[in-house]
């Protein structure tokens, strides 16, 4: 089992220093892979439902910040020497593929090979609107076509590709991904979708805990997502075992004392923990992502709960 942790991109452990400082501490106690989300605006007045929270409230309307996601893991690489750097997920539509494709090279060149291309299609309408993007219903097949492109891109020697919305021909693109034959590609989200997607297209499938449209908070219903992916993975000729789980919860409550039988996953005491993370990795879970700022904005209670978990509850699994 690999574990990861999510990297503050708002608030006031967004700065140069405390960025810094989280990461490399990080690194240090051996955690695989951090994480970092993406808006490249926020607009003033939200009406689409945030799929992670019971209300559908966004988390970062109130302060309106955002920093840019591969700018800020392209300053992370620079602070570190080991860990993986991953777009939490990469919002695909967002960005022109061809300089999407160009900064997400660039950056696994500059990292030598630390680079996993989270992906996802988006949720924000008024953001999809503010950037004068494609149709906010077409996100999906947007970008279906954008991770072909990427592929094409990284991958061969003289690319070409005609698309409904993008199409490109007699260039370069240099330099290619240090990783072969790309990075490894994420698919982020829950939905039927979302599966259809990571069996025909990517390494990976990221599901959050915390979706209460398609809830995967629980072992079992992670169990039967698993089982509609087999499904999608078998459609397209894959093995389902080839494609890495990487399950992310922002439950995590290490308690002295054992918790009682109606506890939640991840909250009880060590051990407690540690049984639940290995019942994940029976379920075939490869990667764990803690959301510890779901539960502290302060530095020192972030590398608490990063050392807690590392020191604690890591050894036991």
């Known amino acids: 089992m690999k574990y990861g942790f999510t990297l503050p991109g708002r608030g006031q452990l967004a700065t140069p220093e405390r960025l810094g400082i989280i990461a490399r501490k990080g690194e240090e ?19 689409s439902p945030y799929p992670y929270t019971e209300g559908g409230e966004f988390p970062g309307s109130g302060s309106g910040e955002s920093m840019e996601q591969i700018t800020l893991l392209s300053y992370i690489a620079g602070q570190t020497s080991k860990i993986r750097l991953v777009t939490s997920v990469l919002i695909v539509p967002h960005r022109n593929p061809l300089l999407a494709a160009k900064s997400l090279a660039t ?24 950037l004068g993007l494609p149709p906010f219903e077409e996100r999906g097949a947007v970008t279906d076509e954008y991770i072909r492109a990427f592929k094409v891109l990284w991958t061969e020697d003289d690319p070409h590709f005609e698309g409904k919305y993008i199409s490109f021909d007699d260039i370069s693109f240099l330099p290619k991904p240090v990783q072969k034959p790309h990075p490894p590609i994420w698919v982020g989200g829950e939905s039927r979708p979302a599966l259809r997607r990571t069996a025909e297209l990517a390494d990976g499938w990221y599901p959050l805990g915390s979706n209460p449209t398609f809830p995967m908070g629980t072992p079992e219903q992670l169990k039967a997502g698993l089982a509609r992916l087999a499904q999608y993975a078998e459609r397209f000729g894959r093995d389902p075992s080839s494609i ?57 209670s972030m590398l608490g709960l990063m050392e807690d978990f590392s020191t604690q509850v890591w050894p036991k699994v």
């Open 107 to 130: 950056l696994d060149v500059l990292s030598g090979g630390r680079l996993v291309v989270g992906v996802g299609v988006g949720w924000m309408r008024e953001e999809f609107e503010a």
């Open 244 to 300: 890495e789980t990487i399950y992310r919860t922002h439950q995590f409550e290490l308690k002295k004392e054992a918790a009682g039988s109606n506890r939640l996953p991840f909250v009880g005491d060590a051990d407690q923990i540690a049984g639940d993370i290995r019942q994940y990795q029976e379920m075939g879970v490869t990667s764990m992502i803690w959301d510890f700022l779901r539960q502290t904005d302060d530095l020192d």
């Open 29 to 47: 106690l051996g955690f695989d892979s951090l994480l970092t989300g993406d808006h490249i605006l926020v607009p003033r007045h939200i009406s």
